[in-house]
C-alpha cells in the first residue's frame, strides 16, 4: 500500500511521520506523535489549549498546526476565547478553504493580548490555525472552542416574505458580524395586494469581494435581472419590481468580517432619498414594461442643502403618460414623456419630487435617472487654457483644456497630453485627480557663445522671450544674432562668431 497525500500525491507509508515534507503540502505529518500538527473531525463541539493540546513544544522556532475538517456542506465556528502572544514574535494564522497551508486562504493573523472572545467561520468545511513563534523567553498561549456550524431555522429568516404597506427590516444572519462562506440565500417578496408592486430599500451594503447579491423581476430565478450589487454602498438605493413578486439571492463563497447587506421592503412604489447623488427609475426597468394604473412618488433631498442636477440615462414613456418634476414648493418644473433626448434639469434648491402617472390603457419600457451634487469648482489657469465649451462643474458636464503656444500640462496626471477631457460624475467626483492647470513652458538659461557674449535679452526664459548676441573684438558673427524661446522649450539656433 501506500500513503495517500492531501494534494493526490502517493508516497512509501514508510516516509509518514519522518520529520520530512515528502508529500509537499505537509499532509504526511499530520497527527504525528512527535510533532505538534494534528488533524481533528470537527463532529461535535471542541477545545484547543495551546500549548497543552499540541504537546508542548519547545521555545524556539515554533510551528504548529491544527487541522480542523467538518462533514461536507457544514462551516466552522472558532471562537477564540483567551490568547495571550509576545507582539512581533508570536502570531496565530488562521486560514480556510483546503486541507492544508498551500491549498488553503489566510482568514487572519493575530497577535498581542485579546481583550473579548472573538468568532471567526470558515468558507466551507475546513479550517487550519498556524501557530508561529520565534520566542525563546515567552511561550505563546490561547484557548479556542469549534464546532460545526448550520444555518438552522433559528438564524435563518422564511424565504416567503409578504410586502404590506408598511416597511418590514430584512438582513442576511450574522449581520454586522460575519458573511458565512458557500451559502445561497433565496427569498421571495410578494405584495399583499395583488395590484400593488414591491419596493426594495438598500439600507446598508458592505459585500466581501466575492459575494453578490441579486434582484429579479418575479418569483423565479429565469425572471429578468433587475439589479445585481457587488462591494460596499454608501447611499441608500431602491429597487422596484414590475409586478407583484420579487425574487433575490444572496451568493457568498468565502465570505469574511463583512456586515452584509440590510434591506427594508413594501408593497406600493414610493421612496425617500435623502442623499447627495442616486438614480430613480420606472418599476421593472430594464427587464420588462413598467405595469399600467400606478402612481409613483419619490421625495429627494441633498443633506448638505446645495444644488442637484437630473440627468436622463434612458426616457421612453407613453405619450399618455407622465413624469412630473416639482420643487420643494410643489410647483411643476418640467413634465416628461415620449423617448426624446432630455436636457440636464438644475435644481438649485437641492429638493424635488418625481411623480411618475401610468395610465391604465398603454404602457411602454419606461426611464431611469440619475441626481447628483456638483462637482468642487476646477483648479483652471485661464490665461493659458483654451476651453472648450465653457467650463462647468454641473453633474454630467464635460469641456476640455488646451493649453496656449507655449504653455503645457505640467502636472504628472497629465503630462504631454495635448488636451484633457474633464467630466464632472456622480457624488461630485471629477474624472480626474488633479485639474489641469497650463503653465508656461521655460527654455533653459541663455546658452553660451564662443568668442561671443549676450549684448541684451527681453529677461524672460518663457515663450518669445529673446536673447542678442556679439561677438568679440576681432570676430564676426554669422547667423542670426537674436535667438527665440519656442513653444517647445528650446532655443531657435544659436550664431556663432568666427
Known amino acids: 500500500g501506500s500513503f495517500h497525500c492531501s494534494n493526490g500525491h502517493c508516497i512509501n507509508p514508510n516516509l509518514k511521520c519522518d520529520g520530512q515534507d515528502d508529500c509537499g503540502d505537509r499532509s504526511d505529518e499530520l497527527d504525528c506523535p512527535t510533532t505538534c500538527t494534528q488533524k481533528v473531525l470537527v463532529k461535535a463541539l471542541g477545545t484547543y489549549t495551546y500549548p497543552e493540546s499540541a504537546k508542548n513544544p519547545a ?24 490568547l495571550s502572544l509576545a507582539d512581533g514574535a508570536e502570531e496565530l494564522v488562521l486560514l480556510d478553504g483546503g486541507q492544508t497551508l498551500d491549498a488553503s486562504r489566510e482568514i487572519r493573523r493575530i497577535s498581542g493580548n485579546l481583550t473579548s472572545p472573538q468568532y471567526f467561520y470558515s468558507s466551507n468545511n475546513m479550517m487550519i490555525l498556524n501557530v508561529l513563534s520565534t520566542s525563546l523567553i515567552n511561550a505563546p498561549s490561547f484557548r479556542v472552542t469549534y464546532g460545526p456550524f448550520t444555518l438552522g431555522a433559528d438564524i435563518l429568516p422564511s424565504n416567503q416574505l409578504v410586502a404590506t404597506d408598511e416597511y418590514k427590516e430584512l438582513e442576511n444572519p450574522l449581520y454586522t458580524d460575519y458573511e458565512l462562506g458557500s451559502q445561497d440565500l433565496t427569498y421571495t417578496i410578494k405584495a399583499e395586494n395583488p395590484r400593488k408592486t414591491v419596493t ?121 403618460d407622465k413624469l412630473e418634476i416639482y420643487d420643494e414648493n410643489s410647483m411643476m418644473l418640467k413634465s416628461y414623456s415620449g423617448s426624446a433626448k432630455q436636457d440636464p434639469l438644475r435644481i438649485p434648491s437641492g429638493k424635488f419630487s418625481a411623480v411618475f402617472r401610468a395610465t391604465t390603457s398603454f404602457n411602454s419600457e419606461g426611464f431611469n435617472l440619475s441626481f447628483s451634487q456638483d462637482c ?123
Not at 431602491?238 to 421592503?265: A, D, M, W
Not at 504628472?412 to 460624475?425: A, R, S, T, W
Not at 492647470?437 to 549676450?454: D, F, I, R
Open 59 to 82: 521555545p524556539g522556532n515554533v510551528d504548529c498546526i491544527l487541522v480542523l475538517e467538518a462533514d461536507p456542506g457544514k462551516n466552522i465556528e472558532l471562537k477564540i476565547e483567551n
Open 200 to 320: 426594495v430599500e438598500i439600507l446598508e451594503q458592505d459585500l466581501a469581494p466575492d459575494s453578490q447579491v441579486l434582484f429579479r423581476d418575479g418569483d423565479k430565478v429565469t425572471d429578468g435581472l433587475l439589479a445585481t450589487l457587488r462591494g460596499s454602498y454608501r447611499g441608500n438605493h431602491y429597487v422596484l419590481s414590475s409586478g407583484r413578486e420579487l425574487y433575490f439571492t444572496k451568493q457568498t463563497r468565502l465570505g469574511g468580517k463583512h456586515k452584509g447587506i440590510k434591506i427594508r421592503y413594501k408593497q406600493g412604489c414610493s421612496a425617500q432619498l435623502n442623499q447627495v447623488a442616486g438614480y430613480i427609475s420606472s418599476p421593472g426597468f430594464s427587464t420588462s414594461n413598467y405595469p399600467n394604473g400606478m402612481v409613483c412618488r419619490w421625495e429627494v433631498k441633498n443633506p448638505d442643502g446645495s444644488a442637484l442636477t437630473i440627468k436622463f440615462d434612458r426616457i421612453n414613456i407613453s405619450l399618455e
Open 376 to 498: 468642487p469648482e476646477p483648479d483652471l489657469n485661464i490665461t493659458s487654457s483654451i476651453i472648450s465649451p465653457a467650463a462647468s462643474n454641473f453633474y454630467g458636464s464635460s469641456f476640455t483644456v488646451n493649453c496656449t503656444l507655449g504653455s503645457a500640462f505640467l502636472q504628472e496626471e497629465h503630462k504631454n497630453q495635448k488636451q484633457v477631457l474633464m467630466v464632472c460624475g456622480a457624488w461630485g467626483k471629477w474624472n480626474v485627480n488633479t485639474s489641469p492647470k497650463c503653465m508656461s513652458v521655460l527654455c533653459p538659461k541663455a546658452p553660451g557663445l564662443e568668442n561671443g557674449y549676450v549684448a541684451s535679452s527681453t529677461g524672460s526664459l518663457e515663450y518669445k522671450g529673446t536673447i542678442t548676441y556679439e561677438c568679440y573684438q576681432g570676430f564676426a558673427i554669422t547667423g542670426p544674432k537674436t535667438v527665440t524661446c519656442q513653444s517647445d522649450g528650446t532655443w531657435t539656433a544659436l550664431p556663432s562668431c568666427t
